[in-house]
């Protein structure tokens, strides 16, 4: 009995250690984290304004926008500038010169003047010889605000004109924001102040930032529509300036219409008097990234989800565009599932999707509400015009052309190759 | 709350020691426990098979462990039985657990994908035996337990927010060391 007890005792108490062990027990975590670290690279303003020209061909490493003129393509290089790529024999194209500007995301052309975002600047350069391109004019401050890597800022006097990338570990407590890390070590290399802007038309992709109809450049920012009057090409003016709301992405024209897409919608206006545009209402949609695009009747947006768009939507929205009344929201037709849609670019009933990593997929659109799916190329796929039988898509890896004269039998024509490097 | 429970269903049960064991022969045992820390607590299941001789036990085990991470911890298992108190005993697990496969993250704001990989188990403590019947024992143990999981993150950094290769990608490998007091009661069958 007595030893029964004893043993009841230790056991009660053994047991009840782990009371005491309590405070002593701790879950520790050590995080280690791989980044590339990007240390800006600066020159002075006017330096880098006199080398804006036509410069021997380079590779292309980040493509973006893309722009057709004739017999040429404009090739942005995300940041770094334009390559220009003869394209009189399609299977065949030739890069034959690259024209440096560092900040530049977008572009569009009219006649003979091609206007590129600068950073900050909207500058005109003059593309009579496209292998002779020189610089026109430049317009300091017409896109104020630019977002830049992470918010990253360059000096007032000095713009960054490239990135030296550097790999690196590090180590913490696994309680520390790690994003946090890389933007801190940023801002350290950090020397002063300045930035600026944003994207191509004319057979301009649907992806474009800046767009032209008429006598106007049109630009949206993040949160505003732009208006420029380039009557006189070669020194653009500002006439207006329309506030739209945050999260501005792409701008289309069609007829005397704009369509801008944003990450909650799309708004509609009527350019019929350039200046002053009239909203001609608005579509809104899931938060996400959504490029557009629209004929005569129905506007196409595809809204992705994914990376810095927010959301789970990977779809093809196609919308009525009957309805003119900025009160009246427009009304959506049909949606299409999707794998992850970027651009976009729609020739007759032909309508070319880039799809991600699903490909460019080329529908038959006359149904709007059966799209029938003529063929599908394996890319990663970013942005495509379609113009006079020959799409034009930018892909991870690649510049494509193709043939689609006949749409049973769509066919690549050439292929640049492109090296993406950070 | 579940660990003074357990507690409060343990101490009685001290009392059902009769004898010692069946001493030499093959066991095949299933383990019930709580893994507590500085996390949740979390649910232990194990069942393994060993030989004793004498004083000395062998064998391996595999089970389920909810602490903080899910986990299947493969692992051999040892125990020592004093001569001078032979229902007591010390033991040691010691193996590798296996990660609950690998998630997707769900945070929108940017792709998280991240994987989950296993890494040592140990378990070292003291039990004690209560006979139920003839070949068959139930025993509580008390130990102090290590897990360690790898999770691997990868994450999409906006780098020029626009074009095809927009994003950049970064990696971060969170190395858990998950102490724990684990309290098992274990029901174990000589054969």
């Known amino acids: 009995m007595t030893n029964n007890f004893t043993l009841r005792v230790l056991f009660c108490a053994l047991f009840s250690l782990p009371i005491l062990f309590n405070s002593c027990i701790k879950d520790s975590c050590q995080q280690k984290s791989t980044y590339k670290i990007f240390t800006p690279v600066f020159k002075d303003m006017d330096e880098v304004r006199a080398d804006i020209k036509s410069n021997a061909p380079r590779e292309v490493q980040n493509a973006g926008k893309i722009y057709i003129r004739g017999n040429y393509i404009f090739l942005n290089d995300i940041d770094r500038g334009i390559h220009v790529i003869d394209n009189s024999d399609p299977s065949a194209p030739k890069n034959v010169s690259f024209i440096g500007i560092p900040g530049n995301m977008d572009l569009a052309v009219k006649g003979n003047m091609l206007y590129a975002d600068f950073y900050t600047e909207l500058i005109t350069l003059d593309i009579s010889n496209p292998l002779d391109v020189r610089l026109s004019s430049y317009r300091p401050q017409s896109f104020p605000v630019r977002p830049y890597l992470n918010g990253f800022i360059a000096a007032a006097d000095k713009i960054i004109v490239d990135w030296t990338v550097q790999d690196s570990v590090v180590m913490n407590a696994c309680d520390v924001p790690n994003d946090r890390i890389v933007y801190e070590y940023m801002q350290n290399l950090n020397s002063g102040t300045n930035v600026a802007a944003v994207s191509p038309i004319g057979a301009g992709g649907s992806m474009a930032r800046f767009t032209i109809i008429n006598d106007r450049l049109y630009t949206v920012s993040q949160n505003s529509l732009e208006i420029l009057d380039i009557s006189n090409p070669g020194t653009p003016t500002h006439t207006n300036k329309v ?62 989800s994914g990376s ?7 779809q093809l929205d196609i919308i009525d565009l009957k309805i003119t009344n900025p ?23 032909l309508l070319f999707l880039c799809d991600g990593v699903a490909g460019l997929k080329v529908f038959d659109v006359s149904d709007i509400y059966r799209l029938k799916p003529l063929k599908t190329f394996t890319m990663d796929a970013y942005d495509v015009i379609a113009y006079n039988n020959r799409a034009l898509v930018v892909a991870k890896g690649g510049l494509y052309q193709y043939d689609y004269s006949d749409k049973s039998n769509i066919r690549q024509l050439s292929k640049i190759t492109i090296n993406t490097k950070p | 709350m579940r660990f003074i429970l357990i507690i409060l269903i343990a101490c009685p049960l001290a009392g059902l020691a009769q004898s010692s064991p ?57 125990r020592f039985f004093p001569v001078k108190v032979p ?41 004690y035996n209560l006979m139920l019947k003839k070949k068959q024992a139930l025993a509580l143990s008390l130990g102090y337990s290590l897990k360690k999981v790898s999770v691997e993150r990868y994450g999409y950094t906006c780098l020029y927010c626009s074009g095809p290769s927009a994003f950049e990608r970064t990696t971060s490998i969170y190395n858990y060391n998950l102490r724990r007091i684990m309290l098992k009661m274990l029901y174990e069958i000589t054969w």
Not at chain 1, 331 to 342: G, I, R
């Open chain 1, 327 to 349: 009160n009246v929201p427009m009304q959506l037709l049909v949606t299409h599932p999707m794998t992850n849609p970027h651009g976009l670019g729609k020739d007759g009933d």
């Open chain 1, 243 to 304: 506030t739209l709301p945050w999260g501005i992405e792409t701008i289309f024209p069609m007829g005397a219409q704009l369509f801008i897409g944003s990450q909650s919608g799309m708004f509609r206006y009527d350019v019929s008097t350039p200046d002053a545009p009239v909203s001609l209402g608005q579509f809104s949609h899931a938060r996400t990234c959504d490029p557009v695009i629209a004929d005569d009747k129905y506007a196409y947006v595809t809204l992705r």
């Open chain 2, 22 to 78: 069946a001493p030499t022969g093959w066991k095949t045992n299933i383990t019930a426990g709580e893994a507590f820390g500085e996390s949740m607590p979390g649910l232990v299941l194990q069942a393994g098979g060993g030989f004793r001789f004498r004083n000395f036990y062998a064998g391996a085990g595999a089970g389920y462990d909810k602490y903080k991470f899910e986990s299947y911890p493969v692992f051999a298992d040892f």
């Open chain 2, 87 to 127: 229902n007591l005993f010390i033991y040691g697990q010691g193996g590798y657990s296996l990660p609950n496969g690998s998630k997707k993250g769900t945070d929108d704001s940017y792709l998280d994908i991240y994987d989950i990989s296993g890494g040592l188990y140990s378990d070292i403590g003291v039990g």
């Open chain 1, 308 to 314: 810095s768009c927010a959301g789970y939507t990977n």
